[in-house]
């Protein structure tokens, strides 16, 4: 009975060996896959952290483009505006010059008028002068041939004479200040003219302008909406990844407090067993000098088979916690070969 009890403590023996061996070698590997997966997770922290430098690189680069495109703008618009108000000072000149010369020329035509009237009425009354003293001479002379009827027939033709070259000298004269009116009416329309072209031009380049500021503003509203834009896409882009490195981070530190506790509990298992072990070796052994010392068999036999059955019972609960640890591995397995799917498929979604 003592050999076979002791052979089958062997076989347990060998068989916790065994174990333990398969144990340890479980344990080893989670370990490396432990440090496998420390160093995926320093990698994607390291991917992180190149991301958002990165995108705050690219922010940083399309802020600086964009402030440099709004100096040049408003360099650009002050330019347009020095330029506007340089027009507009060389038209007011223009125009100013031109009106001086306008104003000039009409004095003049109005001096070259008056000296032109004043020469025009001077020979008109040297004609006239010269005209009434021919006639009187005419007159005289015809007083001195002709009776009393015919002098007063004189008379009147002279008259006649008279009153027509008055009305010839009359409408010289209408005529002489309508050609002077006419050409104060021809100086005063070009006047209104020069003012209603500088009106008209003053009233294009502010169109122009405010053309021109509208289309700044514009410009200004699209570039700020494409940055909005890209900082949106940079966002709806690492969100994702963000959120499944937090959860990856998370299973990361499940699995390893599962390691932990599968550390500690098969230490405790395995404390426990050679402490059985050690036990059962030592009953064995007590039990075995017992066998061979004593007369009585009775009463050592159901000792020993008492302590068979404890041993048996012991057995089966080692092989039933060893089926546990074993079904936990194959769990932890299991649960690892997703992990490294997943931090795979996330790389080269990444990637």
């Given amino acids: 009975m003592s050999l076979a009890l002791e052979r089958r403590c062997q076989i347990f023996q060998k068989k916790l060996e065994q174990n333990l ?15 496998s997966l420390e160093a995926q997770n320093t990698e994607l922290s390291d991917q992180i952290t190149r991301l958002d430098n990165q995108f705050q690189q690219e922010v940083s680069i399309k802020q600086g483009s964009e402030l440099r495109r709004r100096a040049q703008l408003k360099s650009k ?16 000149h223009a125009q100013a010059l031109q009106l001086q010369e306008i104003q000039k020329d009409f004095e003049n035509s109005l001096q070259k008028l008056q000296n032109d009237d004043k020469k025009q009425t001077d020979k008109i009354e040297k004609v006239y002068n010269q005209t009434i003293t021919e006639l009187e001479t005419t007159l005289e002379k015809t007083q001195q041939d002709i009776t009393i009827a015919d002098n007063e027939k ?33 100086s005063k329309q070009k006047l209104l003219d020069c003012v209603t072209s500088l009106e008209e031009n003053e009233k294009e380049h502010k169109l122009k302008m405010d053309q ?85 068999i009775e009463k050592p036999s159901a000792n020993i088979d008492t302590r068979s059955e404890e041993l048996r019972r012991i057995v089966r609960q080692k092989e039933e916690t ?4 074993q079904e936990i591995n194959n769990k932890l397995k299991r649960e690892i070969c997703r992990l ?12």
């Fill in 212 to 296: 021109m500021r509208e289309k700044l503003l514009q410009e200004e509203a699209a570039y700020k909406q494409k940055i909005q834009s890209i900082k949106d896409s940079y966002s709806s882009t690492l969100g994702p990844i963000k959120k499944q490195i937090t959860n990856q981070e998370n299973q990361y530190r499940k699995v390893k407090k599962e390691i932990h506790d599968f550390k500690s509990e098969a230490s405790i298992q395995l404390n426990n067993m050679n402490t059985v072990f050690e036990r059962t070796r030592q009953d064995l052994t007590h039990y075995s000098k017992i066998s061979q010392q004593s007369t009585v």
């Fill in 340 to 351: 490294r799917f997943e931090r795979r498929t996330a790389k080269s979604e990444f990637c």
């Fill in 21 to 35: 061996m398969i144990a340890d070698t479980q344990i080893q590997q989670l370990m490396d896959y432990y440090t």
């Fill in 154 to 186: 004189v008379d009147y033709q002279t008259k006649d004479i008279y009153e027509a070259q008055i009305q010839d000298l009359q409408n010289v004269l209408a005529q002489k200040n309508q050609e002077r009116v006419n050409n104060l009416l021809s």
């Fill in 77 to 92: 618009l002050a330019s347009l505006k020095d330029q506007y108000r340089q027009e507009i000072s060389d038209l007011k």
């Fill in 322 to 325: 060893l089926n546990k640890e």
